[in-house]
Each structure stands twice: as C-alpha cells, then as structure tokens.
C-alpha cells in the first residue's frame, strides 16, 4: 500500500529547517545509491511544487539522475519505501501534470543527449530531458526534424512531450508525438526495466507469459482493450486530434482485424494529410500508451523518435477577418488548399502584442484592426510552388467569399517574426496586468474543423452569461479544430473560481456532443482529469482506471492524473484565500499593481529555460539547474510574500542564494512574453534583504566606485600610475579578495586625464550645462545668450553626451570617438557638468534607495533640456538605459522623469535616427571592413540590436550578429570570486567560441565596457 502523502501548498517553519525524519531513510538510501543530485531540502521542494499550470502541491524531494541506472535506482528505492514518483522533464505542463505529492524525478539537467541518428530510416534515439528545440537544431545540419512542434519546444522536453502527447502548428501533416513515437524504453512502477515497440498480434501471447510486471501488462492489457472494444467504436471521441485518457484506441487498432481488433476500417484511421498514421499498423505498441500517459504509468529513460525531412521553402498568407467566428468558419475551405498549417489569432491578443516593445515590432502582419486573423501555411520545393499556393488560397477565400485583406509572406525573416508572435500567444496573453488573467480549463478543447466556429459561438455566448468573465481569448490551432479559448477570470474570488467550473462543465458537455476531447495537446492533469468521467463515460473510463492499475497496482505514478482525480478546483497556486504581505517598496511599482503582483506575473511557463537562443536566462545557461531561472526566483518570492513558506525566508540566506545568480541582465523583461522584470524586482528584493542582513564591503565599494573616482582625479591625479601599478599588484589583489574579488580579475585601469578635462580643454564651440543661482544655463564657449526659456542660444543641431563613469575616468578614448564623430556630422555637443552618476552600480547592488538622490539630481539637471527635445545621448548602453528604464520609477518627479526617458537614446540609436533625415552621411570612411557584433544585454532587452546593426552598416561596416546570449560580466557580476567560474560559463556558451572564430582582420565590436573586458579577459 502506498503511504499516504497530503497534497499542501505550504511548507511548515519545522520543514524549512530541514528534511523531516520520516524521510530521512529514504534520502539517505537513495543519496547512497545514485550518481545523479537528491534534494530534500525545503527549497528544492518549493521550486517544483509549480510547474506552468495554476496549481500547488509540495513534492517529497527531487532527485535529478544522471542517466538510465539512476532513474532506475531511484523507482526501486522508490517502491520499497512505498512513495508516489513523479517523472518530470521541464515543467512546462500547463495542466498541472508535473506537480504532486510525490518524489519527483527531473531528467532535464543532465539525461538530455541524442544517442543515435539513422539518416536512412529517419530516427533517433534520444535521452528524456533534451529540449525539443535543440533536438531539432542539432537535427536541421542533417535536413531532419521531429515533426510534432509544440508552441513550448525550446523548454519542452522530449520526455515531457511523449508524456503530455504533445503535438502543435503542424499537426495536419505530422500528427502527434503518438504518431511520431516508435520506442521507448522505461521503468515500469516496480523499478523494473522494459522496451515497448511495436509487437505484432500474434506475439502477444508469448510476451505475456512470465511472472514480471510486464509480462503481466502483456498478458492483461490486450484482453481488457478487446473487452472494450464495441464501447471503443461507440463512445471513444472520433477526433484525431485528442491527449484526454490512454491511448486505447491505438491498442484497438494494434490487435488488428481479429477479435477485439479494429482493422483497417476502423473509425480513427482518419487521414493526417500525407502522414499514414500508426493507428492504421498491424501492431501492438505500448509507447502508444506512454504517449499522452503524464508519467501515471512508468517513467521513460529512452525514446525512439520517427524524423521528417524539413521543409525546403515555406510561405505564409495573414488571412483578416472582422469577427473571430468568421474565420473559424473558413477553416473548412482552407483545408481544401492542402495548407502545412493555420493557426488563429485573435484581437485580444493582438492588442496585448501590440503594447510590449518585443512584440510590438512584429506586428507589421496585422493591418487595420480585424477580430481575427488566420496564419496560413504552405510548403514548397521551391519559393515559385509556393507563390503558387499562396495565390491558389487567395482564389480559394475569394470565391467562397472571404473579403478580408489577405497579406502574403515569403521572406524566411518576415515569417520567423509572424510566428515567433504565435508561439508566444499564452505568454502574451499572460502579460496582462491585474486580477484578471486568460485562464485554462477549457483552453484545449478540440473538435472536428467543419464543427469548430459552432463550438466557438457556444462558448462565447455561454460565457457572456456569466459576470465574472471579463472576456475570452482565443488563438492557436484551427486547422486542426483545436482553439485555445481563454476566458479572463479571477480564480483568487469565489465567483471566479465559479465560473470556471461552469464553464468547464459546458465544454466537456460540448465535447462529447461534438465528437471531440476535452484536450488536443495540453493533457489532462489536475486540470480535466476530474472531467473524464464526464467525457468518456462510465464504462471506458472504469477502462482507464483498469489501464492504471495493471501498469501500477499501488497508484504510486504520478496519482491523481488521467483517473480518480480531485476536483479541478483544488490545489491551487492561488485561490480564495490567497493573501500576501506589502513591502515598502523603492520602486513604484503602480504599473503592475504592487510589487507581489509584479512577482506574480510570472507563470511559470519556463521560457527562461529556453537553451542555445536569446538571452534569458543566463544563469541557467551555465548552470541547467531549476534553482537558476528566473521562474524559480518569482516562484521563491512568491510563496515568501503569500506565507506559503514563513515570510521570515524572505531575509534568509536561501531565498538570497535563488536570487543570487540574476546577472540583472533585463532579457526576462523583453523575452519574457509576460515581462517580468527580474532584474528591478532583484534589485527591490536586495534593498529589504541588506536592511535585514547588512551590506556586504564588496556592494559598498562597487556603490562608491564614481565618488572615490572624483575624490582620486580631484586630489591625487599624478598619483594615478602609482594607483594602477597597485591595484594590479598581488598584495591589492589579495586585499581585494577578501573584500570579494575574485583573483583573476584586474580592477580597470584609471586614464592619465579625465574625459571631461579633455573635453573642456578643446578649442570648438559647445560647452557644459551648469546649474548657476538655481537655473539651468550653458557655460564654455557656447554661454552667450542665457534665455531660460532656451537653454542653448539658438542651437544648430545640439546633442548632450551623457559621459558614463567609465568613460569618463577609464575609456575616455570611447568618449572622445563619439565626440569627434558627432561633430564631425556638425552636431553640437554638451556636456552635463554636475551630472550624477546614473546610479547602475547602486541600483544592482542591493542600494536603489540610496540612489535615488542621484537620480533625481540628473531629472532636474537634463530634463528642461529633454523638454525642448534636445537628445541626450549616452555611449554605455547600461547607463543611458538607467535614465529611459529605471528612473520613471524612482524619481521623486515622474512626470520630468517621463520626459527624460523619451529623449535618452543610445550613442547607435541617435546615429540612426539622424541618418534618416541626412545626417552622418558625409563621414563615414570607404570599405571600412567586416565587424562581429555582440550586443549588451541591456541594448538588446529595452532597444534591441537593430539600431546597433543599422549604425554599423550606415558606417560602410559589413556587419554579422553573434547570434550569443549574455558576456557574463554584467557590470561588477563577474569581478565577484562567487560568481567567476559562472561568469565564464555564460560567455563559453555562444559569445566565446565566436569571438575565436572571427577572422584575424575582423572587428569585434561590443558596445558595454564589461562586455568588452570580459572578451578580452576570456580570450586574448
């Protein structure tokens, strides 16, 4: 008999002190036993009691194995101590399948290798916990890829798909990961190992004759399939598209024409464009039966994987429609077109594309303001075949008399930007600010294409007639009948918790008269589980049940999943009585509601762990660890402000150590599709965590690095070669150390001049603005007319360089470049004498209170400048970012902090900018060469490398982006010893290998100081 686990959201104080002592003879065992991690500590526990679903439940502990044996290892030890196990890949599960009171195994971190290709029959052998995205990257050199594509491929993993039968856009020609899966290899409940591959009928017998548990899967399994069969033909939903219960109907057909078989003519032999689906083969396979199984049946260490061959050319046409219906009820004529897909976008989420800076740029597709529109897809072997479909659609629509605008798109670029939108639907929608949010429930409903816009209209109007649903959203697979319909409910109030059980009701009702599933790809999980009763009927699903129990007689996988589920308004991450605790906050974090429902955005649909693309999350590039995503930061702040852990943890070295390895990069504010600013909620979280603790010397003396430079260039300047040779020395670097620096770094080198002097000391017009008896006004050459409703007498083109700290005292020479080029161009240039600082190094050090002095002192000096339009331009990325990103929400004036923001641009920015309107374009040298770029995190999260890109090729500059993530340094991240060896793994990850691999006459350019020390630090 299984022990008895509770399902809570919450740790005690007495759990966060340690692992309890019932459980200290099972972590001891299987500490003893594996190679792989076992964690049992409260946080650990904390960090996968959430996956991307809306509940809660704490685990048992975490083992994360490093191959097959450990897997193995850990479900024997696992049976003999009578616990429920749960396998998880990267807990994207949207229904809530990869939480549950249980020892949860995660393959993600280390059994994530392909073990072989075959070319010529077109499969591979991989281990679980590679990600589908990097399985597919690493298969496009050999023309090859996996055909299901869910949205969440670059996180989702192999084993985590094959659970969840995972399938996405492509659907109508590839099928579902059933379709695709040949063989797996696994431990069955016992910790007993099997292989399931295709048998043929007539071998079952033999199979199952034996004492093991899987001759006893052999031998009972196909007589309770052939019992049920004449139920199977009657009742089972005739879609082809459908994740809801065990694959049975596979079985079925695999017993072939005999009895309890259905043969050929069966009913779910329906046609996958040109894919011949294994449901038609003469064979029982039980990976079929894994497929879509959520880890309720055995745990995989190996999966078979039928490839395709990519696609040789693709085209896209952005079909509009005035009301969402209306296109639904195209999908039957688009399908006649043969199309590779179409897929639904809907107004809502076009809306909420249309205002995050990301998205908002890829959005061209989308003309005038439709209810709808469908992205339709074709393949070609060549860009003329498919001008050709493309047109033939456009015919199609009009004749059947469909008049929206039908926009065409060929350029891989174009349609890499429509789709990457598409892909991020849920995460868009889930960038919603406040209460109410896009729930799930119903959001995977799929139904038969030529019923769909009926289904559609039933359910909107359904949920028109309740009051707590402000609104629906609705998106994603139409061609294959199956819409994400996201009704907007608050499930922390009783009514819309109401609601929401109402509505699911009414879909699963409207299922079965469809002939359609409750789900088409998410699953079942804690989300429909409870409604399979309701969807399959009596008798099937005491067929399920019967399925689980020969597979695991102890309900020890994964329980509570597929049958004998709770209600699905139960073991919620939030809920009625969900409450949190206020901190006073620096920042003002109006915009989001507070700084908990800033926390809160996160919902854990773990793009952060997204691998060999983007920027976010760097930490976890280097480390594959959960603890280092930016989820698992949300996640422990989260149940610290809501109590689900003691609020006390908020100060305690643990919650420190989650946040610790936020490089504050800013790539979760952009690639993050629901925004979570990370690095502005790390740096309120450190303010409160230094009050409680103290600041450490390192963060004091990085804070104090731009007054010490001013104290050292105002008193001791000859001294400064004296300063350099000791800070280079080994007893400073020993000091140095003990203050945190990690040995290996040399602080930068102080210049012999300032750049200001230098400026200053030049015979050309410009000058400085001063603050003199309380008013703005220029002084220097420039100072003839004071006019204080005009600052700058009658100004030709006048540009403020906003000189950054290490310009000013270390790089003066980048400064001075800039100089020299903007007045080479004929711009004017002012400095800002009395400018701050712009407070970065606070503001990432744990001290954003105390730099709100130096914010607002810059606010009042640049912003009567900015309100005449007058650019302030800024050469560190970082720092010029500061005055556009953080200072609306630490200044005292916000208003002239607004005003500032909108007219700070970057160095590249301003170049554009004015070269659109003639500038620059006398100046530039002939042929100047080939640069790789590698743009700063900040550059890329708040402006992206376009304007960078552009400048260089406005400059004659033949120019390639490293396609890298973050440099590692991230301001002073990577001068701390703690942080070193993580600092050079974020490089090595893309940037590194790059900057090795440039020609010996190509320029690297980087346009962040610590960018470039970390490239020269890392590999000259």
């Known amino acids: 008999m299984t022990h008895a686990i509770p399902s809570r959201s919450y740790l005690t104080a007495a759990e966060m002190a340690g692992p309890l002592a019932e459980s200290a003879d099972l972590l001891a065992e299987l500490q003893r036993t594996l190679l792989g991690e076992v964690r049992f500590d409260a946080y650990s526990r904390m960090l996968y009691s959430t996956d991307a679903s809306l509940y809660q439940i704490q685990p048992i502990g975490v083992v994360i194995p490093k191959n097959a044996d450990d897997i193995q290892a850990a479900m024997e030890i696992a049976a003999r101590h009578r616990i429920p196990v749960l396998p998880r890949g990267g807990g994207s599960s949207l229904a809530g399948q990869a939480v549950g009171a249980a020892l949860v195994i995660d393959t993600s971190k280390y059994m994530d290798r392909i073990l072989g290709v075959d070319e010529e029959a077109k499969s591979v052998r991989v281990q679980p916990g590679m990600t589908v995205g990097v399985l597919n990257a690493t298969l496009s050199k050999l023309g090859l890829m996996l055909g299901p594509d869910p949205a969440s491929a670059e996180r989702a993993t192999v084993g985590g798909s094959i659970g969840n039968n995972a399938t996405g856009s492509h659907s109508i020609l590839y099928g579902m990961m059933a379709d695709n899966v040949q063989e797996v290899a696994v431990v069955l409940a016992d910790g007993s190992a099997a292989r399931f591959g295709p048998v043929a009928p007539g071998d079952l017998a033999a199979k199952g004759r034996g004492d093991s548990l899987e001759s006893r899967i052999y031998r009972e399994l196909p007589e309770l399939v052939r019992g049920l069969r004449e139920q199977i033909i009657a009742r089972w939903p005739k879609h082809w598209r459908r994740a809801s219960g065990y694959n049975l109907d596979r079985l079925a057909a695999g017993l072939g024409s005999g009895e309890g078989g259905l043969g050929s003519g069966n009913p779910f032999n329906l046609p996958i464009s040109n894919l011949q689906s294994p449901i038609s083969n003469p064979s029982f396979n039980l990976a079929q039966l894994i497929t879509g199984s959520e880890g309720t049946l055995a745990a995989i260490s190996e999966a078979t994987l039928r490839l395709v061959a990519k696609p040789k050319k693709t085209g896209l046409a952005v079909v509009h429609f005035e009301r969402v219906i209306d296109a639904c009820a195209a999908i039957p004529a688009i399908l006649e077109t043969d199309p590779s897909a179409s897929e639904l976008l809907d107004k809502q989420l076009m809306d909420l594309a249309r205002v995050q800076p990301e998205w908002a740029k890829k959005m061209f597709f989308v003309e005038g303001d439709p209810e709808g529109v469908l992205l339709t897809e074709f393949y070609g072997e060549n860009e003329a075949e498919v001008e050709k479909k493309l047109a033939h659609l456009e015919d199609h629509l009009r004749r059947r008399g469909v008049k929206g605008i039908i926009r065409r798109y060929v350029q891989p670029q174009a349609q890499n930007d429509v789709w990457s939108v598409r892909k991020a639907g849920l995460n868009i929608l889930m960038g919603k600010r406040g209460e109410y949010k896009p729930i799930p429930g119903i959001e995977d409903v799929s139904v038969p294409p030529a019923v769909l816009a009926a289904y559609l209209e039933r359910i909107l109007n359904f949920a028109g007639t309740l009051p707590a649903a402000k609104g629906v959203a609705v998106y994603a697979h139409a061609s294959a009948g199956c819409l994400h319909v996201r009704p907007l409910l608050n499930v922390k109030a009783a009514d819309g918790i109401a609601a929401w059980q109402a509505l699911g009701d009414f879909a699963c009702d409207l299922a079965v008269e469809y002939g359609g599933a409750m789900t088409g790809e998410h699953g079942d999980g804690l989300q429909r589980s409870s409604l399979n009763p309701r969807l399959f009927g009596p008798e099937l699903y005491e067929g399920l049940r019967r399925t689980k129990a020969i597979f695991d007689p102890d309900n020890r996988m994964n329980p509570g999943k597929i049958v004998d589920a709770p209600p699905f308004t139960e073991n919620l991450r939030y809920g009625t009585d969900y409450q949190t605790i206020e901190l006073k906050s620096v920042y003002d974090w109006s915009s989001d509601g507070g700084f908990a429902p800033a926390v809160e955005m996160c919902n854990g649909a773990g793009v952060c762990r997204k691998l060999g693309a983007g920027t976010m999350c ?403």
């Not at 607002?856 to 339009?869: S, W």
């Not at 005055?883 to 630490?890: G, K, Q, S, V």
């Not at 006398?922 to 890329?940: D, N, Q, S, Y």
């Open 618 to 1020: 760097p930490s976890y590039h280097a480390t594959r660890d959960e603890r280092d995503t930016t989820r698992a930061r949300a996640n422990g702040l989260r149940n610290a402000l809501a109590g689900r852990i003691p609020h006390e943890e908020l100060y305690s070295p643990e919650m420190y150590g989650v946040m610790d390895l936020c490089l504050g990069c800013k790539a979760c504010k952009s690639e993050c599709p629901s925004a979570v600013d990370m690095a502005r909620i790390k740096s309120e979280y450190l303010v409160h965590y230094y009050r409680a603790n103290g600041l450490p010397l390192f963060n004091r003396m990085m804070g104090l690095l731009p007054t010490l430079n001013s104290l050292l260039y105002r008193t001791a300047r000859p001294l400064i070669p004296l300063v350099n040779a000791t800070l280079a020395s080994a007893p400073a670097k020993a000091v140095l150390e003990r203050i945190g620096v990690h040995p290996s770094r040399t602080l930068p080198k102080y210049a012999p001049d300032t750049f200001s002097n230098w400026f200053h000391k030049r015979q050309v017009a410009g000058g400085k603005l001063q603050v003199a008896g309380g008013k703005l006004q220029v002084a220097g050459d420039a100072a003839r007319n004071t006019d204080t409703q005009s600052p700058i007498p009658n100004p030709q083109s006048p540009v403020i360089l906003f000189h950054d700290t290490w310009a000013e005292y270390n790089h003066p020479e980048v400064a001075q470049a800039a100089v020299n080029v903007l007045e080479a161009a004929g711009y004017t240039v002012y400095l800002a004498e009395g400018r701050a600082c712009c407070g970065r190094p606070l503001i990432t050090g744990g001290q954003a209170d105390k730099a709100k002095a130096w914010v607002d002192q810059n606010v009042a000096l640049l912003a009567p400048y900015a309100a005449q339009g007058i650019p302030v331009v800024g050469i560190e990325p970082s720092c010029i970012l500061t005055l556009r990103d953080e200072y609306p929400a630490l200044a005292a004036d916000k208003e002239r902090a607004q005003i500032l923001a909108r007219n700070a641009l970057t160095f590249e920015e301003f170049v554009v900018r004015e070269a659109e309107k003639g500038g620059f374009a006398h100046i530039w040298r002939e042929t100047p060469g080939k640069v790789h770029l590698h743009g700063h995190c900040h550059a890329k999260a708040l402006v992206g490398n376009e304007a960078s890109v552009a400048a260089l090729k406005r400059a004659g500059y033949t120019v390639q982006v490293i396609p890298s993530g973050c440099c590692g340094m991230a301001g002073d991240f990577g001068y701390e010893k703690d942080h070193y060896e993580v600092s050079r793994t974020i490089g090595e990850d893309r940037l590194f290998p790059a900057v090795r691999a440039a020609g010996k006459d190509d320029l690297i350019v980087a346009s962040g100081t610590s960018c470039r020390d970390q490239i020269g630090h890392f590999t000259e």
